[in-house]
């Protein structure tokens, strides 16, 4: 991507933009959605936020594609060019419930190659940014890379609740195990974060069985900065199309979340 830094920067200038409508549409009263289930929501700021980005980049780079969690772009079915992954509103739940913990994602992609990861916390004006070969960075400060000698019995673990109830894909005797065996767990509600807090150290593992592109697009290239590893639970390559298991820490950590997955 030749023109990278100008990208970037327009980028960011837009998340900021972004983020200060969505400071102020939330003062009033707005609409409320569900999508799959009662707890799946979506508003119609996450909608009009998804919206701005679209109008930005098809103005400016009209042949790039926009891959958005709410369709407001076009439908992508390869990473071929550049594609703009979008989140606008990672977290919607802590969103309408709790007005903080959500986070602006955007991953920026050429010809399937992260290049370009922005994850803005709105409400604390935090953001964060990876660029890929260059570094990340929390408020223009380089991160340092995450402690590689960490391991799953030191490990604080983001994990959804969907854990504690019995599901088709893992045995919850084995979480129980996993529960036991970390130092501890925390549930924060916006994968965009959990990313963010693996890249700053302050949380050292995520492990989640279903996220979507959007969730994980600008969180991997964050993260891949600072060392770390993002892959499916299986160990194989985040597919950036479709949903994807996820886990994501340093390498020792992520080799053990494996074989304890794995483990009959
Ligand atoms: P969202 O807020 O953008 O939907 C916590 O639930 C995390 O999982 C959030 O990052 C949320 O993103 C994501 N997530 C992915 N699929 C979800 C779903 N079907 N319902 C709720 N959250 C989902
Ligand atoms: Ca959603
Ligand atoms: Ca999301
Ligand atoms: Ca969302």
Same mark, same amino acid.
């Given at each position: 991507?030749?023109?990278?830094?100008?990208?970037?920067?327009?980028?960011?200038?837009?998340?900021?933009?972004?983020?200060?409508?969505?400071?102020?549409?939330?003062?009033?009263?707005?609409?409320?959605?569900?999508?799959?289930?009662?707890?799946?929501?979506?508003?119609?700021?996450?909608?009009?936020?998804? @919206?701005?980005?679209?109008?930005?980049?098809?103005?400016?780079?009209?042949?790039?594609?926009?891959l958005?969690?709410?369709?407001?772009?076009?439908?992508v079915h390869s990473l071929d060019?550049?594609v703009?992954i979008?989140?606008?509103?990672?977290?919607?739940?802590? /969103?309408?419930?709790? @007005?903080? /913990?959500?986070?602006?994602? #955007?991953g920026i992609y050429h010809d399937g190659v992260g290049e370009?990861g922005?994850?803005?916390?709105? =409400?604390?004006?935090? =953001?964060?940014?990876g660029?890929k070969g260059?570094?990340?960075?929390?408020?223009?400060?380089?991160?340092?890379?995450?402690?590689?000698?960490?391991?799953?019995?030191?490990?604080? #673990?983001?994990?959804?609740?969907?854990?504690?109830?019995?599901?088709?894909r893992?045995?919850?005797?084995?979480?129980?195990?996993?529960?036991?065996?970390?130092?501890?767990?925390?549930?924060?509600?916006?994968a965009?974060?959990?990313f963010?807090?693996i890249?700053?150290?302050?949380?050292?593992a995520y492990i989640t069985m279903r996220l979507q592109p959007w969730d994980i697009a600008a969180g991997k290239i964050i993260v891949d900065e600072?060392g770390g590893v993002t892959t499916r639970v299986d160990g194989s390559s985040i597919d950036m199309l479709t949903g994807n298991t996820v886990i994501c820490s340093n390498k020792?950590i992520h080799e053990?979340l494996m074989?304890?997955i794995q @483990?009959?």
């Amino acid at each position: 991507m030749n023109n990278r830094d100008y990208i970037l920067n327009e980028a960011k200038q837009w998340v900021i933009e972004a983020g200060k409508l969505i400071k102020s549409e939330m003062q009033k009263p707005y609409k409320i959605d569900t999508k799959r289930d009662r707890k799946d929501l979506v508003t119609e700021i996450d909608k009009n936020t998804e @919206q701005f980005f679209v109008d930005h980049i098809t103005k400016r780079y009209p042949d790039h594609k926009i891959l958005g969690e709410e369709g407001m772009g076009e439908e992508v079915h390869s990473l071929d060019g550049t594609v703009w992954i979008i989140d606008p509103i990672d977290g919607t739940m802590n /969103f309408v419930h709790q @007005q903080r /913990f959500f986070a602006i994602s #955007v991953g920026i992609y050429h010809d399937g190659v992260g290049e370009i990861g922005l994850i803005y916390d709105v =409400m604390n004006d935090t =953001m964060y940014e990876g660029i890929k070969g260059e570094g990340a960075y929390k408020d223009g400060e380089k991160l340092a890379p995450i402690d590689p000698n960490k391991t799953l019995s030191d490990a604080l #673990v983001g994990l959804n609740n969907f854990w504690a109830i019995p599901n088709r894909r893992l045995d919850e005797r084995k979480i129980h195990d996993l529960v036991r065996k970390v130092k501890g767990t925390r549930s924060y509600g916006s994968a965009a974060l959990e990313f963010a807090y693996i890249a700053e150290g302050i949380i050292d593992a995520y492990i989640t069985m279903r996220l979507q592109p959007w969730d994980i697009a600008a969180g991997k290239i964050i993260v891949d900065e600072v060392g770390g590893v993002t892959t499916r639970v299986d160990g194989s390559s985040i597919d950036m199309l479709t949903g994807n298991t996820v886990i994501c820490s340093n390498k020792a950590i992520h080799e053990s979340l494996m074989s304890f997955i794995q @483990q009959k």
